[in-house]
């Protein structure tokens, strides 16, 4: 079985394993304007990831929700696993939280958490309920490394940062996925500078083109890539269209 990765829209993606584990990376799914997908098309999820706790990537609660109803696992930081935690999701239930460095097992992988250089506080239910930021602070990028598959680096929202390379070096995944969109995140020439760090065979970007102010030119952004990554073949993907591997 080959692998799947679905661009959900914005920074949000559906990524299948050869094995056919359903994981989602930090769904943002109502009021996402590039995604197609309901909250009752993820009660799939085996497990749900979540880098950080910015409303467009913690959901304002999608993601907690989708857990609780689907009967998933959440994988985080423990900051989030806490917060989760006055919400009805136990604190590292089955074993989910990770921190920076660390990794664990779930269902037919090992996932590792890598450094993002990014801050976010907890843009959760209470943000969508009355405007509140809880304390947060942890950011962080996800390796998946399924059983008998190649792994894929999520790397959340982030800039650049030079321990790309040590990422590239020691997990040498074979799928990057990398936001690009500028203003909040890496723009087109700093990811990829990012893809050429990592030097994964294949990269995909994201965090691009939603709004107005992060809308990129495409093809600048390829010619940067082919000048600073040229070991890596770009993919952009429409958003709700899937990449197999």
């Known amino acids: 079985m080959k692998e799947k990765i679905k661009w959900i829209g914005h920074g949000s993606w559906k990524f299948i394993t050869n094995n056919g584990t359903v994981i989602y990376i930090d769904p943002w799914i109502n009021g996402n304007p590039t995604c197609k997908l309901t909250m009752e098309d993820c009660m799939d999820a085996d497990l749900v990831l979540i880098t950080h706790g910015h409303d467009d990537h913690i959901g304002c609660g999608d993601g907690l929700d989708i857990v609780k109803k689907a009967g998933a696992t959440l994988v985080t930081l423990p900051d989030i696993g806490l917060y989760a935690a006055k919400h009805g999701i136990p604190a590292d239930q089955n074993g989910g939280a990770v921190h920076i460095g660390g990794s664990i097992r779930q269902k037919d992988c090992i996932i590792r958490a890598v450094n ?16 509140e930021v809880c304390l947060g602070g942890g950011c962080c990028g996800f390796i998946i490394e399924p059983d008998g598959g190649k792994s894929v680096y999520f790397a959340g929202d982030t800039g650049l940062f030079g321990d790309m390379k040590l990422i590239g070096e020691i997990y040498k995944p074979y799928v990057s996925v990398l936001p690009c969109g500028d203003k909040y995140v890496m723009g087109p020439r700093e990811a990829s500078i990012a893809a050429g760090f990592v030097n994964s065979p294949i990269m995909i970007p994201g965090h691009y083109d939603t709004f107005p102010p992060i809308k990129i030119d495409h093809e600048k952004f390829l010619a940067f890539c082919k000048e600073n990554a040229p070991n890596t073949e770009v993919h952009m993907i429409n958003p709700n269209d899937e990449f197999e591997f």
């Open 116 to 131: 993002a250089l990014h801050f976010s506080d907890i843009w959760g239910y209470e943000y969508k309920d009355h405007g």
